[in-house]
Structure formats: structure tokens, C-alpha cells
């Protein structure tokens, strides 16, 4: 195995990190409006609007092992995966906005399973995505590279997937079409906008050669339940998956509260979404290039906590000074993107640092596996973050009929978006702490799995520490 691919020019690394449109723009608009188009829209209690998207995203959780582990079979092409799972979830995301009728059963098995099957074929379109990196490259600061211009592409699928959906909706209802059908046509032109950068993504690595994965001589295939078994038994992936968990659950909510905040705190209109969120995503676009840079010159770890430390200061000072106009809204999403794109630039290398010391371990090459165990936590505690949300919603006494909310509804949406998001981020900085991959460390695991993959014995002290 080569420890770069000649293959993998400028073009073609471009062509990569546009395919992010295909996960973002489905991840952020449902993140984004799906518990306020069943509230607000379809007219759903928010414990059951919660109960829903925690269903669905379970169903997705659970096909993530499932495709991570496929990944890593001798032969598949995860090319083929992407292509198909990514038109599929194209197509779902039109109708995941469709406006039902009926009672709540209907309403309920209709989303449901929409849903539910728009996260299985996201699942097939992003488990791949992310896991196929290391198999363009095995060079540290090029799989930072590749992780940073998608990072800063990102920036742009963000803000279509949050922005333009309710953009679209306003000027299509102002023109005289009903606003649930307003809803569904905003959906179709969000999945036609991925479509076009997954078949970009597609047809931009389509020849590249990929690094194989190569199965030893007599050994037989490993089943799904031992190799999640024996990954989990990788004590460092525990530090990363806790960071994860707790960094979701504050992003699943403030990104489903920012729509509330805007109305009910800085007394704005959803339409404000679409200028608030600028600040965002200029964030991804000129902290991304500086977080790889950060990350070549000392390592990933550093990075992250520069952008953690600015961002959790910024969040629970906004608490203090208050959320009452669109004004703190945008210092606020400010912080919060500083935040969001350290995480987002970061978080699928810290994926291929894990997969590197599984390999020391093991022998085994399980990145489709790893990658897809993370994400398997990941998006469970999306699902009960959403969950979570809906049920202070209600216990807040939120009411999605009333123009006024009651002043505790206004303030647990005010803390949603402030201390709580940063509290939890701050402890996530002290639970990374504990985490043992440096870009030194890294380069090491990269020497011993490379002589290991030629037959040769060979041990680090360092390394072995690490992987008891």
C-alpha cells in the first residue's frame, strides 16, 4: 500500500470537497426546519414532532455499522454506494417537506418512513464520503488538506441548506402559492441542488485508483458483531466518541433552536435566517483554511482547542449581556461558527487518527468500520438531542399557536443557544484533554501499520501504551 495516491490532483480534490453539498445540504435542512415545518407547518405536538425524528434517525443510526463494515470488504467500491445512496436521498428530501393531511397515525407513518429512508440512503452517500479519504490519501497533512477545503466548501452548503429553503418558501407563498405546497417545491430545489454536486463528486474521483483494501491469505471474514466488538475495545475511540456525543447534542440544538431564537427572542421572522446565517458560514470559509494550517504546524488536538476555547467564551458571555435583537443573534452565530468549524474541519480526521491505531492493533485495515462506529454515536445523539429539544419545548410551555410565548419558553430558547450549548462544549474540551493521537503520534502509526502491512514485526513503546 502507497502512502499517497499520484493520482489525486488539485481538480479531483475539488471535486471531493464538493460532494459535502450531498450531506450538508440534506443534514442542515432537516436539522434546520423539519421540527418547525411539523410544529408550525403540519401542525404536530413538539413531543411528538421529536418522538418522530428520533425514530428516523435511529433507523439511520443503526444501517451506519452496517455500511462501515461493507466498506472494508475486499472488492466494493465505494464510489457505487455514494452514487446511488446520494440520488436516493435527493429525491426523499422533497418529499420529507410535503404537507399531509389526516390524523397523527397517518401523519406519523408518512414522515416516519420518509424519513427513515432518506437517512439510510444519506447513510450510503456519507459513510463512504468521509471514509474513502484515507484511501485517496495516508499523508496526515493532505487528509487535513482534503478535510479543510471541504470544510470551506461547506460553508457554502451550509448556508444554501439553511438558508435558501425558507428564502425559496417566502417568494414562492408571497407570489400566491399555499405555504405547504410552497414547502414541498423548497425541498425538490434543495435536492436538485445536491444531486448536481453528488454527480460532481462522482465523476470528478470516478478514475481515481484507490488505495485497496487487502485481505490476508486464509483469513476468513471477519463478522459484523466481532469487529465492532473489537473496535470498541479501543480504549482512545471512548475519549472521541464522548467528545462527539456531547458536542452533538449541543449542535442538533441550537441548530433546530436558531429559527425559534430569531422569533421569539430577537422578535424577528424566520426570513432573518437567511442574513444570520452568513456569519456562520463565513466562519467555515475563513476558519477552516486556518484550522488546517494550525493542524499541519502542530497537530489537530491544538486546533481544536483554539476554536473551542473562543467559542464557549463567546457563547456563555451571551448569556450574560442577552439575546433581545438580531443584532446578539449574529454575534452569537459568530461564536457558535467559530465553534462549528473547528469541529466540522476536524472531526472525520480524528476518525482516520482512530482507524490508524485500530490497525496497529489489530493488523486489520477498519476505517469504513470506525468511521462508521463514530457516526453511529453521532447520530444517535442527534436523534436525542432532537428528542431532548422537543420535550423542553413543551415542558416550557411552548405553544405553537400562541403569537406571544411565555416568558419561560423565551428563556430556556434564549439559554438553548447560549450557556447551555457552552457548557457542553467546555466539557468537551476537558474530556479531549485525554486524547493521545498527535500529528507525531500519527506519523508513527503510519511507519509501524506500513511495516506491519509488509511482514515485518515491529512495536513503539509509545504506541503500545496508547493501544492498551
Known amino acids: 500500500m502507497s502512502s499517497s495516491n499520484l493520482t489525486l490532483t488539485t481538480r479531483k480534490k475539488m471535486g471531493y470537497a464538493t460532494g459535502i453539498f450531498g450531506d450538508s445540504i440534506i443534514y442542515v435542512c432537516f436539522y434546520t426546519y423539519f421540527m418547525i415545518f ?3 407547518v403540519v401542525g404536530i405536538n413538539p413531543v411528538l414532532a421529536g418522538t418522530m425524528s428520533l425514530v428516523s434517525v435511529c433507523v439511520d443510526a443503526i444501517t451506519d455499522p452496517i455500511m462501515g463494515w461493507l466498506l472494508d470488504r475486499p472488492g466494493i467500491n465505494p464510489k457505487k454506494f455514494m452514487l446511488y445512496g446520494g440520488i436516493c436521498e435527493c429525491i426523499c428530501i422533497a418529499f420529507l417537506f410535503f404537507p399531509v393531511g389526516g390524523g397523527d397515525v397517518a401523519k406519523f407513518i408518512f414522515y416516519v418512513s420518509v424519513t427513515s ?34 470544510g470551506a466548501v461547506n460553508a457554502l452548503a451550509n448556508y444554501t441548506g439553511g438558508v435558501a429553503p425558507i428564502v425559496v418558501v417566502t417568494i414562492l407563498a408571497g407570489s400566491g402559492m399555499e405555504y405547504g405546497r410552497s414547502w414541498w417545491c423548497s425541498g425538490a430545489l434543495m435536492g436538485a441542488i445536491a444531486l448536481v454536486f453528488v454527480l460532481t463528486n462522482y465523476f470528478s474521483i470516478k478514475d481515481v485508483e484507490l488505495i485497496k483494501v ?19 475495545k479501543l480504549k482512545p475511540l471512548w475519549i472521541l466518541l464522548i467528545f462527539v456525543i456531547l458536542f452533538t447534542l449541543s449542535n442538533v440544538m441550537v441548530t433546530s433552536n436558531q429559527t425559534y431564537l430569531l422569533i421569539y427572542c430577537a422578535g424577528s421572522s424566520a426570513d432573518a435566517l437567511s442574513t444570520t446565517t452568513i456569519f456562520s458560514q463565513a466562519c467555515f470559509l475563513i476558519v477552516s483554511p486556518i484550522v488546517s494550517r494550525l493542524s499541519a504546524k502542530w497537530d489537530r488536538k491544538v486546533a481544536l482547542f483554539i476554536c473551542f476555547t473562543i467559542s464557549v467564551i463567546g457563547q456563555i458571555a451571551m448569556k450574560f449581556v442577552g439575546i433581545d435583537s438580531v443584532v446578539d443573534v449574529y454575534v452569537l452565530c459568530i461564536f457558535c461558527g467559530i465553534g462549528l468549524a473547528g469541529y466540522w474541519t476536524l472531526f472525520y480526521s480524528f476518525c482516520y487518527d482512530m482507524a490508524a491505531l485500530d490497525t496497529y492493533k489489530s493488523g486489520k485495515d477498519r476505517t469504513g468500520s470506525v468511521t462508521a462506529i463514530v457516526n453511529f454515536f453521532f447520530k444517535a445523539a442527534n436523534a436525542v438531542g432532537l428528542q431532548i429539544f422537543g420535550i423542553v419545548l413543551a ?58 502491512k509488509k511482514g515485518e514485526t515491529f512495536h513503539q513503546p509509545e504506541l503500545d501504551k496508547i493501544v492498551k
Open 117 to 150: 429512508l432518506m437517512w439510510v440512503a444519506y447513510t450510503c452517500y456519507a459513510i463512504p464520503y468521509y471514509a474513502i479519504v484515507p484511501r485517496l490519501t495516508q499523508n496526515y497533512d493532505e487528509q487535513t488538506q482534503l478535510r479543510g477545503w471541504a
Open 38 to 40: 411539523l410544529t408550525d
Open 214 to 232: 487487502e485481505a490476508h491469505e486464509g483469513e476468513k471474514a471477519e463478522n459484523i458483531f466481532k469487529t465492532y466488538g473489537n473496535i470498541l
Open 395 to 452: 415542558m416550557t410551555g411552548y405553544d405553537a399557536a400562541a403569537e406571544v410565548q411565555s416568558q419561560s419558553a423565551v428563556n430556556a430558547i434564549e439559554s438553548i443557544s447560549s450557556s447551555v450549548v457552552g457548557i457542553l462544549m467546555a466539557v468537551c474540551l476537558a474530556v479531549m484533554v485525554f486524547y493521545p493521537v498527535t500529528k507525531k503520534v500519527y506519523e508513527k502509526l503510519t511507519i509501524a501499520n506500513e511495516k506491519q
